[in-house]
């Protein structure tokens, strides 16, 4: 069964530096993806989405890369600040049916001043 | 335009209660989302609608949650006699359709989250 996975380790990095978080997918192959941040006590809140046929995304300070043959999306913060502390979801539709997209567990960003 | 609401917000019950957590989510949404978040832990996946049916009930954790959405907006999540670990925030979310692809516009199923409704169980 489709598989998604996320540093499961928070991460942690001093300000002004350049986050990278990963996402990795297994047994399938999403046609496009998208990334959420969540607030604690809050729901996730959508960022960006890439297609299959896109290699990179852009928005602000964020990127976000696809690379269908790793089965791998990164997602980049770049010049961090501390108001970027949060967790980022990464949520591929779900394989086959309605396609319902799926969150992953999420990894934890926590930057450093 | 108004985003997803839930209510409400709090809500404290004794074991053995039944609870109703509602949802009203984006006009003009077709689908609808039910997610449990325990402290500190990820999203766990209830159930979702396409219009007033739910295609995937695989999350509801036992026979004491239900849901249920009618007109193709409100949704009404039942938890009967509550647990003591039933105690989580419950977020709903709203997406146009779901299905990007099959539906022919790719992030049509970006979903929109409610604030949550959080449930304590004495």
């Known amino acids: 069964s489709q598989k998604i996975e996320q540093n499961s380790e928070a991460l942690n990095i001093q300000e002004g530096k350049t986050a990278t978080l990963t996402c990795n997918y297994t047994n399938y192959s999403p046609a496009y993806l998208q990334w959420y941040r969540q607030d604690p006590g809050r729901g996730p809140v959508f960022l960006l989405l890439?297609?299959?046929?896109?290699k990179e995304k852009r928005k602000e300070r964020l990127k976000v890369t696809f690379d269908t043959t790793l089965k791998q999306s990164l997602f980049h913060i770049t010049a961090s600040q501390p108001a970027d502390s949060a967790t980022y979801l990464c949520a591929p539709p779900q394989a086959g049916g309605y396609q319902k997209v799926t969150f992953g567990t999420g990894t934890k960003l926590q930057v450093i001043p | 335009g108004a985003g997803v609401s839930q209510s409400p917000s709090n809500k404290v019950t004794e074991k053995g209660k039944d609870v109703e957590l509602r949802c009203d989510p984006i006009?003009?949404?077709?689908?609808l989302y039910w997610y449990r978040q325990s402290l500190g832990q990820g999203l766990e996946f209830l159930i979702y609608f396409q219009g007033n049916s739910a295609p995937d009930k695989s999350g509801l954790p036992s026979d004491r949650f239900s849901a249920e959405r009618t007109g193709g907006s409100v949704s009404t999540l039942t938890i009967q006699r509550t647990q003591q670990e039933d105690s989580a925030v419950y977020l709903c979310?709203?997406?146009?359709?779901?299905?990007?692809?099959?539906?022919?516009?790719?992030?049509?199923?970006?979903?929109?989250f409610g604030p949550g409704t959080r449930l304590t169980v004495l």
């Open positions: 979310a709203s997406s146009l359709t779901t299905g990007g692809i099959m539906a022919g516009a790719v992030g049509s199923d970006t979903q929109y």
């Open positions: 006009s003009g949404h077709t689908a």
């Open positions: 890439i297609r299959e046929n896109e």
